[in-house]
């Protein structure tokens, strides 16, 4: 029986799709084959107490520690999710959203661009970070790699230098707001109370709320230089230009006299340590 054209060429496809799919599991199959690491199989000795063979298999190094290839996956699993914990448990989020707020507020557009922005917000958090980086680093990494510690010890330890700075920057109405939610008792001053699951989204309203507050400071100067040129435009029967437009080198030229980037980004940074 001759089929139509158009039914050959649909079963074809179907073929060269099934063979696809067959290649990519074969080559799923052997890459899975090539990082799982060496399995050691072994007879045991027959004894006259043995009913039969016995045949012992012993997976890695039989020691009971991460062996290279899973250590590599947890790598990779860290590396994905590390933009992640840089916002959520350290000081980028407030520095991010105040210098968002400057460059809005000096009606730049994309001066400085985003990258430069994010770049710098990347070095003050490095710069804020480092005395509880090098704290994780002395209590916990060091140990690990020198085999002191097991990998639970080791992790245990690493969050105790966070959970400090993120309680020292969260406020108690935060922290109550979700030990009430979660419903768990907290007398408001142990901080070993507080699972770390109420801590974070604690540690991030706060900072929200900071940054917020920090970005309207630095909004009332320029709204007063519009507010200013706006006045004096329409006493001069100018309304139909744009007052931003006139007070933009007003703005750039204040920010400049006050020396506004040594200001913001020095008030900013001692937000931390107060």
Not at 191 to 211: K, Q, T
Not at 214 to 239: E, K
Request: hydrophobic share 50%; with cysteine; charged share 15%.
């Amino acid at each position: 029986m001759n089929l139509p054209g158009k039914s050959r060429s649909m079963m074809k496809n179907k073929l060269i799709s099934k063979r696809i799919v067959s290649a990519i599991c074969l080559l799923l199959m052997v890459g899975i084959l090539c990082i799982l690491s060496s399995m050691t199989v072994f007879a045991s000795e027959l004894s006259s107490d043995t009913p039969g063979n016995v045949l012992s298999i012993n997976y890695g190094d039989g020691n009971g520690e991460i062996n290279g290839s899973l250590r590599i996956l947890l790598t990779l699993t860290l590396i994905a999710i590390a933009p992640t914990l840089v916002i959520m448990m350290t000081s980028f989020t407030r520095i991010v959203i105040v210098l968002h707020f400057t460059r809005a507020a000096l009606n730049t557009q994309t001066a400085p661009p985003n990258q430069v922005l994010v770049g710098f917000a990347l070095i003050l958090t490095f710069f804020i970070m480092e005395p509880t980086i090098t704290e994780i680093n002395e209590q916990a990494y060091q140990p690990y790699e020198a085999g002191e510690m097991s990998l639970d010890e080791a992790l245990e330890k690493g969050v105790v230098p966070l959970r400090k700075f993120m309680y020292t920057q969260t406020q108690v109405k935060d922290a109550e707001l979700f030990m009430d939610i979660a419903g768990l008792s907290w007398d408001g001053e142990s901080l070993e109370d507080i699972p770390l699951s109420v801590l974070l989204p604690s540690f991030m309203l706060s900072e929200l709320r900071m940054a917020f507050w920090i970005g309207f400071i630095i909004y009332i100067p320029f709204i007063v230089i519009d507010m200013v040129v706006a006045s004096t435009l329409m006493s001069m029967g100018m309304m139909m230009l744009p007052p931003t437009t006139i007070s933009m080198p007003f703005k750039i030229l204040l920010f400049v006299l006050a020396d506004g980037w040594n200001l913001i980004i020095g008030q900013l940074v001692k937000s931390f340590y107060l």
